[in-house]
Protein backbone atom coordinates (compact mmCIF):
# COMPACT_ATOMS: atom_id res chain seq x y z
CA UNK A 1 0.00 0.00 0.00
CA UNK A 2 1.33 3.47 -1.27
CA UNK A 3 1.26 6.41 0.89
CA UNK A 4 -1.69 8.08 -0.81
CA UNK A 5 -3.97 4.53 -0.33
CA UNK A 6 -2.59 4.92 2.90
CA UNK A 7 -3.52 8.72 3.59
CA UNK A 8 -7.52 7.91 1.30
CA UNK A 9 -7.80 5.06 4.17
CA UNK A 10 -7.55 7.46 7.20
CA UNK A 11 -9.44 10.07 5.85
CA UNK A 12 -12.48 7.41 5.00
CA UNK A 13 -11.90 5.61 8.75
CA UNK A 14 -10.69 8.07 10.90
CA UNK A 15 -9.85 5.33 13.83
CA UNK A 16 -7.21 4.72 11.89
CA UNK A 17 -5.21 7.24 12.67
CA UNK A 18 -5.47 6.16 16.34
CA UNK A 19 -4.03 2.46 14.97
CA UNK A 20 -1.38 4.13 13.40
CA UNK A 21 -0.43 6.38 16.95
CA UNK A 22 -0.71 3.08 18.53
CA UNK A 23 -3.52 4.18 20.70
CA UNK A 24 -5.75 1.56 22.87
CA UNK A 25 -9.06 2.22 20.09
CA UNK A 26 -12.54 0.62 20.49
CA UNK A 27 -13.90 -0.25 16.76
CA UNK A 28 -17.57 -0.91 16.58
CA UNK A 29 -18.20 -3.38 13.50
CA UNK A 30 -20.74 -1.48 11.46
CA UNK A 31 -21.67 -4.95 9.27
CA UNK A 32 -22.25 -6.48 12.63
CA UNK A 33 -26.09 -7.81 12.11
CA UNK A 34 -28.32 -10.82 12.99
CA UNK A 35 -26.55 -13.99 13.82
CA UNK A 36 -29.44 -16.03 11.69
CA UNK A 37 -28.33 -14.21 8.93
CA UNK A 38 -24.73 -14.78 9.36
CA UNK A 39 -24.31 -17.91 10.18
CA UNK A 40 -25.99 -19.43 6.93
CA UNK A 41 -24.08 -16.66 5.43
CA UNK A 42 -20.74 -18.49 6.67
CA UNK A 43 -21.51 -21.81 4.98
CA UNK A 44 -20.91 -23.62 7.74
CA UNK A 45 -23.63 -25.28 9.73
CA UNK A 46 -24.30 -26.23 13.94
CA UNK A 47 -24.06 -29.90 12.51
CA UNK A 48 -20.39 -29.76 11.17
CA UNK A 49 -19.77 -28.20 14.64
CA UNK A 50 -21.56 -31.22 16.22
CA UNK A 51 -19.70 -33.31 13.77
CA UNK A 52 -16.71 -32.16 15.88
CA UNK A 53 -18.01 -32.42 19.12
CA UNK A 54 -18.91 -36.43 18.14
CA UNK A 55 -15.47 -36.82 17.33
CA UNK A 56 -13.89 -35.58 20.12
CA UNK A 57 -16.08 -37.76 22.40
CA UNK A 58 -15.27 -41.14 20.14
CA UNK A 59 -11.28 -40.22 21.29
CA UNK A 60 -11.86 -39.65 24.61
CA UNK A 61 -11.30 -42.91 26.16
CA UNK A 62 -8.03 -42.60 24.28
CA UNK A 63 -7.09 -38.98 25.34
CA UNK A 64 -7.97 -40.45 28.81
CA UNK A 65 -5.28 -43.47 28.88
CA UNK A 66 -2.55 -41.37 27.25
CA UNK A 67 -3.12 -38.10 28.78
CA UNK A 68 -3.76 -39.23 32.37
CA UNK A 69 -4.52 -35.55 33.47
CA UNK A 70 -7.38 -35.39 31.30
CA UNK A 71 -8.68 -39.33 32.92
CA UNK A 72 -10.47 -37.19 36.01
CA UNK A 73 -12.89 -35.12 33.12
CA UNK A 74 -12.92 -38.58 31.29
CA UNK A 75 -10.91 -37.58 28.62
CA UNK A 76 -12.70 -34.30 27.49
CA UNK A 77 -10.46 -31.66 26.99
CA UNK A 78 -12.49 -28.49 28.64
CA UNK A 79 -11.54 -26.00 31.06
CA UNK A 80 -13.51 -23.91 34.03
CA UNK A 81 -15.03 -20.71 33.96
CA UNK A 82 -14.11 -18.70 37.12
CA UNK A 83 -15.58 -15.56 38.93
CA UNK A 84 -13.37 -12.88 39.40
CA UNK A 85 -15.14 -10.90 41.56
CA UNK A 86 -11.47 -9.32 43.43
CA UNK A 87 -10.28 -8.17 40.17
CA UNK A 88 -13.32 -6.77 38.96
CA UNK A 89 -13.15 -4.21 41.84
CA UNK A 90 -9.73 -3.79 41.18
CA UNK A 91 -10.17 -2.77 37.37
CA UNK A 92 -13.17 -0.84 38.30
CA UNK A 93 -10.73 1.11 40.22
CA UNK A 94 -8.09 1.62 38.43
CA UNK A 95 -10.00 2.57 35.29
CA UNK A 96 -12.03 4.94 37.40
CA UNK A 97 -15.31 2.49 35.55
CA UNK A 98 -18.15 1.02 36.95
CA UNK A 99 -18.86 -2.34 36.11
CA UNK A 100 -21.94 -3.24 36.05
CA UNK A 101 -23.05 -7.10 36.24
CA UNK A 102 -20.44 -10.11 36.45
CA UNK A 103 -16.90 -10.86 35.18
CA UNK A 104 -15.98 -14.05 34.58
CA UNK A 105 -12.88 -16.02 33.51
CA UNK A 106 -12.87 -18.72 30.86
CA UNK A 107 -9.79 -20.28 32.14
CA UNK A 108 -8.34 -21.35 28.98
CA UNK A 109 -4.88 -21.29 30.50
CA UNK A 110 -5.47 -23.98 32.35
CA UNK A 111 -6.64 -26.41 29.54
CA UNK A 112 -4.85 -29.83 29.63
CA UNK A 113 -2.17 -31.11 27.85
CA UNK A 114 -1.11 -27.95 26.67
CA UNK A 115 -2.25 -25.40 28.51
CA UNK A 116 -3.70 -22.53 26.02
CA UNK A 117 -6.80 -22.62 23.61
CA UNK A 118 -4.66 -24.47 21.00
CA UNK A 119 -5.66 -27.23 22.98
CA UNK A 120 -8.58 -26.94 21.40
CA UNK A 121 -8.26 -26.51 17.44
CA UNK A 122 -4.83 -27.77 16.88
CA UNK A 123 -5.75 -31.11 18.92
CA UNK A 124 -8.74 -31.27 17.14
CA UNK A 125 -6.96 -31.40 13.48
CA UNK A 126 -4.34 -33.99 14.17
CA UNK A 127 -7.28 -36.15 15.65
CA UNK A 128 -9.08 -35.91 12.73
CA UNK A 129 -6.33 -36.07 10.28
CA UNK A 130 -5.46 -39.77 12.47
CA UNK A 131 -9.08 -41.27 12.04
CA UNK A 132 -9.25 -40.22 8.67
CA UNK A 133 -6.12 -42.43 8.25
CA UNK A 134 -7.03 -44.99 10.53
CA UNK A 135 -10.57 -45.79 9.13
CA UNK A 136 -8.55 -45.39 5.43
CA UNK A 137 -5.98 -48.63 6.72
CA UNK A 138 -9.16 -50.03 7.77
CA UNK A 139 -7.52 -49.84 11.34
CA UNK A 140 -10.72 -49.04 13.18
CA UNK A 141 -14.70 -48.64 12.57
CA UNK A 142 -16.31 -45.36 14.05
CA UNK A 143 -18.51 -47.44 16.66
CA UNK A 144 -14.94 -48.74 17.95
CA UNK A 145 -13.32 -48.24 21.45
CA UNK A 146 -11.03 -45.26 20.36
CA UNK A 147 -8.63 -46.25 23.23
CA UNK A 148 -7.11 -48.61 20.20
CA UNK A 149 -5.28 -45.59 19.02
CA UNK A 150 -2.46 -46.38 21.17
CA UNK A 151 -2.04 -49.66 19.58
CA UNK A 152 1.21 -50.56 18.30
CA UNK A 153 -0.24 -50.93 14.64
CA UNK A 154 -1.88 -47.09 15.11
CA UNK A 155 1.75 -45.87 15.74
CA UNK A 156 3.42 -47.93 13.26
CA UNK A 157 0.77 -46.08 10.34
CA UNK A 158 1.14 -42.90 11.82
CA UNK A 159 5.15 -43.25 11.97
CA UNK A 160 4.78 -43.13 8.29
CA UNK A 161 2.68 -40.17 7.63
CA UNK A 162 3.85 -36.53 8.63
CA UNK A 163 2.43 -33.94 10.23
CA UNK A 164 3.55 -29.81 9.88
CA UNK A 165 2.56 -26.71 11.01
CA UNK A 166 4.00 -23.23 11.34
CA UNK A 167 3.34 -21.13 14.73
CA UNK A 168 4.97 -18.59 17.13
CA UNK A 169 4.36 -21.03 19.96
CA UNK A 170 1.70 -22.72 20.92
CA UNK A 171 0.07 -24.28 18.21
CA UNK A 172 3.19 -26.01 17.76
CA UNK A 173 3.26 -26.92 21.43
CA UNK A 174 -0.52 -28.02 20.97
CA UNK A 175 -0.30 -30.29 17.20
CA UNK A 176 3.44 -31.44 18.21
CA UNK A 177 2.65 -32.64 21.43
CA UNK A 178 -0.61 -34.55 20.18
CA UNK A 179 0.90 -35.51 17.15
CA UNK A 180 4.20 -37.24 18.96
CA UNK A 181 1.70 -39.02 20.98
CA UNK A 182 -0.51 -40.61 18.29
CA UNK A 183 3.18 -41.40 16.66
CA UNK A 184 3.03 -39.18 13.71
CA UNK A 185 6.75 -37.29 12.22
CA UNK A 186 5.92 -34.04 13.31
CA UNK A 187 7.77 -30.91 12.44
CA UNK A 188 6.95 -27.23 13.67
CA UNK A 189 8.03 -24.14 11.64
CA UNK A 190 8.77 -21.65 14.35
CA UNK A 191 8.81 -18.15 13.92
CA UNK A 192 11.74 -15.98 15.03
CA UNK A 193 9.67 -14.87 18.45
CA UNK A 194 9.13 -17.98 19.42
CA UNK A 195 9.97 -18.34 23.04
CA UNK A 196 13.14 -20.51 24.08
CA UNK A 197 11.53 -23.12 26.64
CA UNK A 198 8.80 -23.87 23.91
CA UNK A 199 11.10 -24.93 21.37
CA UNK A 200 13.51 -27.13 24.22
CA UNK A 201 10.04 -29.15 25.60
CA UNK A 202 8.98 -29.70 21.90
CA UNK A 203 12.48 -31.21 21.07
CA UNK A 204 11.83 -33.08 24.28
CA UNK A 205 8.92 -34.97 22.87
CA UNK A 206 10.72 -35.42 20.05
CA UNK A 207 9.29 -33.04 17.94
CA UNK A 208 11.14 -31.61 14.80
CA UNK A 209 11.59 -27.52 15.13
CA UNK A 210 12.90 -25.91 12.09
CA UNK A 211 13.82 -22.30 13.41
CA UNK A 212 13.26 -19.06 11.02
CA UNK A 213 14.88 -15.68 11.43
CA UNK A 214 11.62 -14.29 10.44
CA UNK A 215 8.18 -13.77 11.68
CA UNK A 216 4.78 -16.06 12.02
CA UNK A 217 3.71 -15.59 8.16
CA UNK A 218 7.45 -16.59 6.93
CA UNK A 219 6.93 -19.51 9.31
CA UNK A 220 3.55 -20.40 7.55
CA UNK A 221 4.76 -19.83 4.24
CA UNK A 222 8.00 -22.02 4.37
CA UNK A 223 6.58 -25.11 6.76
CA UNK A 224 3.17 -25.22 3.48
CA UNK A 225 5.71 -24.90 0.78
CA UNK A 226 7.87 -27.88 2.50
CA UNK A 227 4.27 -29.64 3.07
CA UNK A 228 3.13 -29.44 -0.46
CA UNK A 229 6.13 -30.90 -1.65
CA UNK A 230 5.20 -34.64 -0.02
CA UNK A 231 1.74 -36.33 -0.78
CA UNK A 232 2.09 -38.32 2.63
CA UNK A 233 2.80 -34.85 5.40
CA UNK A 234 -0.55 -33.17 6.44
CA UNK A 235 -0.26 -29.28 6.72
CA UNK A 236 -2.10 -27.68 9.44
CA UNK A 237 -2.88 -23.97 7.80
CA UNK A 238 -3.42 -21.95 11.05
CA UNK A 239 -4.73 -19.12 8.15
CA UNK A 240 -7.20 -21.65 6.25
CA UNK A 241 -7.98 -24.39 8.39
CA UNK A 242 -11.95 -25.24 8.38
CA UNK A 243 -10.85 -28.28 10.78
CA UNK A 244 -9.39 -25.89 13.38
CA UNK A 245 -12.06 -23.41 13.13
CA UNK A 246 -14.34 -26.25 13.88
CA UNK A 247 -12.42 -27.63 16.86
CA UNK A 248 -12.21 -24.43 18.51
CA UNK A 249 -16.30 -23.90 17.95
CA UNK A 250 -16.74 -26.83 20.10
CA UNK A 251 -16.37 -24.50 22.54
CA UNK A 252 -20.05 -22.88 22.55
CA UNK A 253 -21.57 -25.77 23.54
CA UNK A 254 -18.97 -26.22 26.71
CA UNK A 255 -19.86 -22.59 27.80
CA UNK A 256 -23.54 -23.18 27.26
CA UNK A 257 -23.60 -26.10 29.80
CA UNK A 258 -21.37 -24.45 32.11
CA UNK A 259 -23.70 -21.60 31.93
CA UNK A 260 -26.39 -23.07 33.12
CA UNK A 261 -25.29 -25.48 35.62
CA UNK A 262 -23.87 -22.61 37.38
CA UNK A 263 -27.59 -21.08 37.51
CA UNK A 264 -26.68 -18.13 34.92
CA UNK A 265 -28.94 -16.80 32.17
CA UNK A 266 -28.18 -15.28 28.77
CA UNK A 267 -30.89 -13.87 26.84
CA UNK A 268 -32.46 -11.03 25.64
CA UNK A 269 -32.41 -9.35 29.19
CA UNK A 270 -29.39 -10.97 30.35
CA UNK A 271 -26.28 -9.90 27.73
CA UNK A 272 -23.16 -11.78 27.36
CA UNK A 273 -20.41 -10.10 26.42
CA UNK A 274 -17.04 -12.45 25.45
CA UNK A 275 -14.02 -10.39 24.85
CA UNK A 276 -11.25 -13.21 22.98
CA UNK A 277 -7.29 -12.29 22.34
CA UNK A 278 -6.88 -12.80 18.25
CA UNK A 279 -3.55 -13.42 16.48
CA UNK A 280 -4.54 -14.61 12.91
CA UNK A 281 -8.02 -15.53 14.05
CA UNK A 282 -8.84 -18.86 14.16
CA UNK A 283 -9.10 -19.49 17.37
CA UNK A 284 -11.31 -15.92 18.82
CA UNK A 285 -13.13 -16.90 15.34
CA UNK A 286 -14.02 -20.36 15.99
CA UNK A 287 -15.04 -19.63 19.19
CA UNK A 288 -17.55 -16.99 18.67
CA UNK A 289 -19.05 -18.88 15.96
CA UNK A 290 -19.54 -21.66 18.36
CA UNK A 291 -20.94 -19.18 20.75
CA UNK A 292 -23.43 -17.60 18.05
CA UNK A 293 -24.52 -20.64 17.31
CA UNK A 294 -25.48 -21.71 21.18
CA UNK A 295 -26.30 -17.70 21.97
CA UNK A 296 -27.38 -15.91 18.52
CA UNK A 297 -27.91 -12.47 19.19
CA UNK A 298 -27.27 -12.35 22.83
CA UNK A 299 -24.00 -13.21 22.70
CA UNK A 300 -21.91 -10.04 21.67
CA UNK A 301 -18.28 -11.17 20.65
CA UNK A 302 -15.01 -8.47 20.62
CA UNK A 303 -11.55 -9.58 19.51
CA UNK A 304 -8.49 -8.07 21.09
CA UNK A 305 -5.35 -7.09 19.56
CA UNK A 306 -1.82 -5.69 20.58
CA UNK A 307 -1.41 -2.14 19.73
CA UNK A 308 1.47 -2.93 17.73
CA UNK A 309 -0.77 -5.90 15.47
CA UNK A 310 -3.96 -4.91 15.06
CA UNK A 311 -4.00 -7.29 11.79
CA UNK A 312 -8.29 -8.35 12.24
CA UNK A 313 -8.97 -4.83 13.44
CA UNK A 314 -7.60 -3.56 10.19
CA UNK A 315 -8.74 -6.46 7.90
CA UNK A 316 -12.00 -6.23 8.68
CA UNK A 317 -12.15 -2.27 9.23
CA UNK A 318 -11.03 -2.53 5.66
CA UNK A 319 -12.58 -5.22 4.08
CA UNK A 320 -9.14 -5.91 2.54
CA UNK A 321 -8.73 -8.75 5.00
CA UNK A 322 -5.47 -10.88 3.94
CA UNK A 323 -4.44 -8.22 1.27
CA UNK A 324 -3.83 -5.82 4.17
CA UNK A 325 -1.02 -5.93 6.80
CA UNK A 326 -0.33 -3.62 9.97
CA UNK A 327 3.21 -2.77 7.98
CA UNK A 328 0.92 -1.20 5.41
CA UNK A 329 -0.09 1.27 8.21
CA UNK A 330 3.43 1.94 9.70
CA UNK A 331 3.12 -0.78 12.46
CA UNK A 332 5.75 -3.10 13.38
CA UNK A 333 4.31 -6.25 14.57
CA UNK A 334 6.34 -6.34 17.96
CA UNK A 335 4.89 -7.67 20.90
CA UNK A 336 5.31 -10.14 23.84
CA UNK A 337 1.83 -11.35 23.29
CA UNK A 338 2.70 -15.08 21.96
CA UNK A 339 0.34 -15.59 19.70
CA UNK A 340 -0.78 -12.17 18.80
CA UNK A 341 2.45 -11.63 16.97
CA UNK A 342 0.77 -11.57 13.61
CA UNK A 343 0.82 -8.87 10.89
CA UNK A 344 -1.95 -10.28 8.45
CA UNK A 345 -5.44 -11.87 9.62
CA UNK A 346 -7.11 -14.84 8.00
CA UNK A 347 -9.24 -13.51 5.28
CA UNK A 348 -11.20 -17.30 5.65
CA UNK A 349 -11.55 -16.27 9.17
CA UNK A 350 -12.52 -12.14 8.72
CA UNK A 351 -15.06 -13.15 6.25
CA UNK A 352 -16.80 -15.77 8.13
CA UNK A 353 -17.03 -13.15 11.04
CA UNK A 354 -18.39 -9.81 9.10
CA UNK A 355 -21.32 -9.93 10.26
CA UNK A 356 -20.89 -11.45 13.56
CA UNK A 357 -18.13 -9.89 15.10
CA UNK A 358 -19.50 -7.01 17.19
CA UNK A 359 -16.12 -5.35 17.27
CA UNK A 360 -12.40 -5.44 17.88
CA UNK A 361 -10.30 -3.37 20.43
CA UNK A 362 -6.63 -2.74 20.91
CA UNK A 363 -4.05 -2.99 23.98
CA UNK A 364 -0.56 -2.06 25.02
CA UNK A 365 1.71 -4.36 25.68
CA UNK A 366 2.33 -2.50 29.08
CA UNK A 367 -1.13 -2.53 30.33
CA UNK A 368 -1.16 -6.84 29.44
CA UNK A 369 1.56 -6.53 32.14
CA UNK A 370 0.10 -4.39 34.55
CA UNK A 371 -2.90 -6.43 34.37
CA UNK A 372 -1.21 -9.45 34.68
CA UNK A 373 0.11 -8.80 37.72
CA UNK A 374 -3.20 -7.23 39.06
CA UNK A 375 -5.11 -10.55 38.58
CA UNK A 376 -2.46 -12.65 40.46
CA UNK A 377 -2.48 -10.43 43.59
CA UNK A 378 -6.30 -10.05 43.46
CA UNK A 379 -7.14 -13.92 42.27
CA UNK A 380 -4.11 -15.69 42.11
CA UNK A 381 -4.35 -16.61 38.85
CA UNK A 382 -1.38 -16.73 36.47
CA UNK A 383 -1.73 -16.01 32.85
CA UNK A 384 0.91 -15.32 29.48
CA UNK A 385 0.66 -11.84 28.81
CA UNK A 386 -1.47 -12.21 25.45
CA UNK A 387 -4.31 -13.36 27.75
CA UNK A 388 -4.63 -10.46 29.79
CA UNK A 389 -5.55 -9.06 25.92
CA UNK A 390 -9.06 -9.40 26.89
CA UNK A 391 -9.32 -7.99 30.23
CA UNK A 392 -9.89 -4.40 29.27
CA UNK A 393 -12.80 -5.52 27.54
CA UNK A 394 -15.57 -4.47 29.78
CA UNK A 395 -13.91 -1.19 30.12
CA UNK A 396 -13.74 -0.72 26.31
CA UNK A 397 -17.50 -1.20 25.72
CA UNK A 398 -18.74 0.59 28.71
CA UNK A 399 -16.79 3.63 28.03
CA UNK A 400 -17.76 3.41 24.13
CA UNK A 401 -21.41 2.97 25.10
CA UNK A 402 -21.54 0.04 22.90
CA UNK A 403 -25.21 -0.99 23.75
CA UNK A 404 -26.38 -3.45 26.41
CA UNK A 405 -22.91 -3.39 27.73
CA UNK A 406 -23.56 -1.19 30.83
CA UNK A 407 -27.02 -3.58 31.95
CA UNK A 408 -26.88 -4.52 35.80
CA UNK A 409 -27.79 -7.92 34.09
CA UNK A 410 -24.93 -8.01 31.68
CA UNK A 411 -22.24 -10.69 32.09
CA UNK A 412 -18.72 -9.94 30.77
CA UNK A 413 -16.57 -13.24 30.19
CA UNK A 414 -12.94 -12.70 29.18
CA UNK A 415 -11.29 -15.33 27.71
CA UNK A 416 -7.85 -16.41 29.06
CA UNK A 417 -6.26 -17.62 26.19
CA UNK A 418 -3.09 -19.22 27.75
CA UNK A 419 -0.62 -19.94 30.64
CA UNK A 420 -0.31 -22.93 32.53
CA UNK A 421 2.91 -24.16 30.86
CA UNK A 422 4.86 -20.99 31.20
CA UNK A 423 7.76 -21.83 33.15
CA UNK A 424 8.32 -20.15 36.85
CA UNK A 425 10.99 -17.74 36.27
CA UNK A 426 9.53 -16.62 33.22
CA UNK A 427 6.06 -15.99 34.88
CA UNK A 428 8.13 -14.01 37.54
CA UNK A 429 9.63 -12.32 35.22
CA UNK A 430 5.97 -10.80 33.76
CA UNK A 431 4.87 -10.78 37.19
CA UNK A 432 7.94 -8.13 38.17
CA UNK A 433 7.11 -6.08 34.63
CA UNK A 434 3.81 -5.84 35.50
CA UNK A 435 4.58 -4.07 38.76
CA UNK A 436 7.21 -1.43 37.49
CA UNK A 437 4.99 1.71 37.55
CA UNK A 438 1.89 0.66 39.37
CA UNK A 439 0.72 3.28 41.77
C1 LIG B 1 -2.95 -18.43 19.44
C2 LIG B 1 -3.30 -17.65 20.59
C3 LIG B 1 -4.29 -16.68 20.55
C4 LIG B 1 -5.04 -16.30 19.30
O1 LIG B 1 -5.48 -17.33 18.45
P1 LIG B 1 -5.44 -17.14 16.88
O2 LIG B 1 -6.09 -18.35 16.35
O3 LIG B 1 -4.03 -17.03 16.45
O4 LIG B 1 -6.18 -15.88 16.58
C5 LIG B 1 -4.55 -16.01 21.72
N1 LIG B 1 -3.90 -16.25 22.86
C6 LIG B 1 -2.95 -17.18 22.95
C7 LIG B 1 -2.27 -17.42 24.25
C8 LIG B 1 -2.62 -17.92 21.82
O5 LIG B 1 -1.67 -18.84 21.90
Redesign the pocket.
Known sequence: MNETNKAEWVEKLPLLQKIIEKKEVLWQNPLNADSATGIARSGITAADVKDASDRLKRFASYIAKVFPETAAANGIIESPITAIPKMKEALAATYETVIPGKLLLKQ?NALPISG???AR?GIYEVLKHAETLALEHGLIKQDDDYVKFADPEFRNLFATHKIAVGS????GLSIGIMSAKLGFNVTVHMSADAKQWKKNLLREKGVTVVEYADDYSKAVEEGRRQAEADPLCHFVD?ENSLD?FLG?AVAGERVAAQIKESGLHVDENNPLFVY???????????VAFGLKLQFGDNVHCF?AEPTHSPC?TIGMMTGLHDEVSVADFGLDNQTA????A?GTP?AF?GKKMDTLLEGCYTIADETMFKLLTMLVDTEEIRL?P??L?GMTGPIQVIRNEVPKSDSASVTHLVWA???SMVPETEMDMYYGRGRIGRK
Open positions: DSIKGTGNLDLYLPCGVGGGPGGFMADGLVSVESAATGG
